[in-house]
């Protein structure tokens, strides 16, 4: 099966604009998770989708930030304006409500899968 | 304190030395995962330990898992110059859909 796609691999913009990340999770799964790391620290959860709905949006660091997942296949993740402290990697990830792994690799007990993240740099 | 804390935070050896990465959680957890992430590309999946488990091998990976200490392990033995990279270790909250990672320990393998 597909993985997750994550599109652009790499962003680099100006101060003040927008950009906006996607990601595209194995078909089917209906949870969604964005993640970030910024600067070298820790991996910080931003939010969950469960279908298109917002089921943890805890970790979203301000209203610049806007989470969207119509129709409950892929999702976008805007920086409208963004700031030189968003930099860093974005990561995606999907999994299936209640799976549980079988075998070791990407899959885990509730089935995440991560893509392979969007390097955004803000000059 | 984040859940999760690595330690060490960077850690460089020679290679075919083993290599030890602590890990550190504050709630009870369903299981905690070792993710890998090449120079600042994608998170890779290593392995995964259950609370109801101790130890845990693949391949190289060895995973121990204390929960009476909240702390785990990830052991990499025999470290090849292709192990450089960061490696975070991740639990995945009991009752909570979601991970929650460390700081991670950026690991260096010297030729």
């Known amino acids: 099966e597909a993985g997750v796609t994550q599109f652009p691999s790499h962003s680099v913009i100006e101060k003040g604009q927008t950009v906006t990340l996607r990601c595209d999770p194995i078909?089917?799964?209906?949870?969604l998770y964005w993640y970030r790391r910024v600067m070298g620290k820790e991996i910080k959860f931003l939010l969950h989708?469960?279908?298109?709905?917002?089921?943890?949006e805890s970790g979203m660091p301000n209203n610049r930030f806007l989470a969207e997942r119509t129709g409950g296949t892929y999702s976008t993740l805007k920086v409208q304006p963004a700031e030189l402290e968003d930099s860093g990697v974005y990561f995606c990830?999907?999994?299936?409500?209640?799976?549980?792994?079988?075998?070791?690799?990407?899959?885990?007990?509730?089935?995440?899968?991560f893509g392979s993240g969007t390097r955004l740099t803000v000059v | 304190s984040q859940q999760g804390e690595e330690d060490p935070q960077a850690l460089s050896i020679q290679e075919g030395e083993n290599a030890t990465m602590n890990c550190s959680y504050k709630?009870?957890?369903?299981?905690l995962q070792w993710y890998r992430q090449n120079s600042g590309r994608g998170l890779v999946h290593l392995i995964l330990?259950?609370?109801?488990?101790r130890e845990k091998h693949s391949g190289r990976l060895r995973v121990t898992l204390d929960t009476s200490k909240k702390s785990s392990s990830l052991l990499i033995t025999a470290s090849r110059a292709a192990d450089t990279a960061s490696y975070f270790c991740?639990?995945?909250?009991?009752?909570?859909?979601?991970?929650?990672f460390g700081q991670g320990t950026r690991l260096t393998i010297n030729p």
């Open positions: 991740a639990t995945e909250i009991r009752g909570a859909q979601k991970l929650v």
């Open positions: 078909s089917g799964h209906d949870n």
């Open positions: 709630t009870s957890i369903n299981n």
């Open positions: 989708f469960v279908k298109e709905s917002k089921q943890d």
């Open positions: 330990i259950r609370s109801n488990e």
């Open positions: 990830a999907s999994s299936q409500v209640g799976v549980a792994s079988r075998a070791p690799g990407l899959r885990t007990s509730y089935g995440y899968t």
